[in-house]
């Protein structure tokens, strides 16, 4: 999500091939979907496929009218959902049973999350007024606003210290983890829109990332090494820049990064200092590089279009069937990227739910392509993309619209972790959701020990 809401565009959604989806909306020739077609309001809807295990809804102190769930992050057994106004961490070893061990009142938009052993990490994306959790909303047109990455000890669970901050240009959107040359450090990538008139925290031009280095036993000297341009001699007048989201897989030497207006594809075999191989851009049908995310194989690149920065209604039946979508590159051995097709959950929303391509995760399902992936108040989609140009939808789960006045909502990130998808619901708290098709059975006998779905590793590695 953008940190204002941006234009909506209205949308159609594809006629997609979909073996599990009954009762498809039925659409009058006005355009407007009929009653009877849609869930009522807060009602869950799901394919045969897929069920829900069991919800833990958002409690005090994330009980506020703004207090939105957002990403998500794994470690062992436990699952660390990042809140508008904190962060939460749920033991999950029982996952019909999950658990809240831990809510960590410390606020700053969006409190993306991510973890590696010990560590936690925060990225805050608004000016506050200092960068300890007792900060209040500030002024970027201020001096001493602070924005950034924020870094916990979670060595115990049910009790999180916060160690440092560290201060990132236009602050910290969302951030990936890329490990070091050696286990003792690990580096952040940290992307964030800009640049904002008037910001002195966020000047033009603002054509870079930040990269943060963590000596990872001594996580007190965490610093920003490197702000790298990635668009070289943009005109700050154009627009946004930097970057939305940067998925990295450091296996292959690579990340991809969605970039607003761009996709990039990076190599970043040198950490520090990563080098652009290739931008793609999509004016006709792309409004926001949203995120991206690798197959196993590192042959294909789903790239995801926020229109409507999260906002918008754009699920709805009219308009093209490739924007707010998923567009899937093949990437040659060479690096080269070719568009091959698109993906947009089949089932039409009304005009009263924000729905749009947001985070999703692969399904380590080995020698195929699938993905889950939210849609907002869309729900959860599981689809197939072995077929670049041909992806077809396996599993879906969605809850109706919400109560008037309520005008965000539904699955900001989804992802499969060791058996389970975890599905951050904005106001609903955590789900967990199962999917039983022998598609993506496969997937139930792989584990893994930690998961951050912008950091990928391939499959069986733990």
């Not at 660390?80 to 106004?85: A, L, Q, R, T």
Request: a negative charge; proline letters at 8%.
């Amino acid at each position: 999500m953008l940190k204002a809401a941006l234009a909506a565009c209205l949308l159609v959604v594809t006629t997609a091939a979909c073996t599990v989806t009954p009762a498809s909306p039925q659409a009058r020739s006005d355009g407007e979907e009929t009653a009877a077609a849609l869930p009522g309001q807060d009602e869950i809807r799901h394919s045969p496929n897929m069920k829900v295990v069991a919800n833990v809804p958002l409690d005090a102190p994330f009980d506020g009218p703004q207090a939105w769930g957002t990403d998500l992050a794994f470690e062992g057994h436990y699952a660390f959902v990042g809140n508008y106004e904190g962060f939460t961490v749920h033991d999950i070893g029982d996952p019909a049973h999950p658990k809240a061990v831990a809510r960590v009142s410390c606020p700053g938009g969006q409190n993306d999350v991510s973890v590696s052993g010990d560590l936690l990490f925060l990225s805050v994306d608004e000016p506050r007024t200092s960068d300890t959790c007792a900060s209040e909303p500030g002024d970027s047109t201020s001096d001493g606003e602070w924005e950034g990455i924020r870094i916990f000890d979670i060595s115990d669970k049910a009790n999180p210290r916060y160690l440092k901050s560290v201060k990132t240009e236009c602050g910290s959107h969302t951030n990936a983890i890329v490990p070091g040359k050696s286990a003792d450090t690990l580096y952040l990538y940290v992307s964030s829109a800009g640049p904002e008139p008037g910001s002195k925290s966020c000047p033009a031009p603002h054509d870079n990332i930040s990269i943060v280095e963590v000596p990872v036993d001594q996580p007190g000297d965490a610093r920003v090494v490197a702000k790298p341009a990635l668009f070289k001699g943009q005109d700050a007048e154009e627009g946004l820049g930097g970057c939305h989201d940067i998925t990295a897989y450091p296996e292959k030497g690579l990340a991809a990064g969605a970039c607003y207006g761009d996709g990039v594809l990076m190599d970043i075999s040198d950490p520090v200092n990563p080098r652009v191989l290739q931008t793609v851009t999509d004016e006709e049908n792309f409004s926001i590089w949203h995120s991206a995310t690798f197959n196993n194989d590192g042959t294909k690149i789903v790239f995801s279009d926020e229109l409507g920065g999260g906002m918008a209604a754009t699920c709805v039946p009219s308009g093209s069937p490739t924007k707010g979508a998923d567009a899937i590159y093949e990437l040659t051995p060479d690096h080269r990227l070719t568009r091959k097709g698109y993906f947009k959950i089949p089932r039409m929303q009304s005009a009263k739910e924000n729905c749009v391509a947001h985070n999703g995760s692969l399904v380590p399902v080995p020698g195929r392509d699938i993905m889950v992936q939210a849609w907002y108040m869309g729900g959860v989609s599981v689809f197939d993309f072995t077929d670049p140009a041909k992806p077809v939808e396996i599993a879906y789960f969605e809850r109706g619209p919400l109560p008037p006045g309520d005008q965000l909502g539904g699955s900001w990130s989804a992802y499969y972790y060791n058996g389970y998808i975890y599905s951050s619901d904005i106001t609903k708290g955590l789900d967990v959701l199962r999917v039983d098709d022998p598609i993506t059975d496969p997937a139930k006998s792989l584990r893994f020990k930690e998961l951050n779905v912008q950091s990928q590793r391939s499959y069986g590695r733990a």
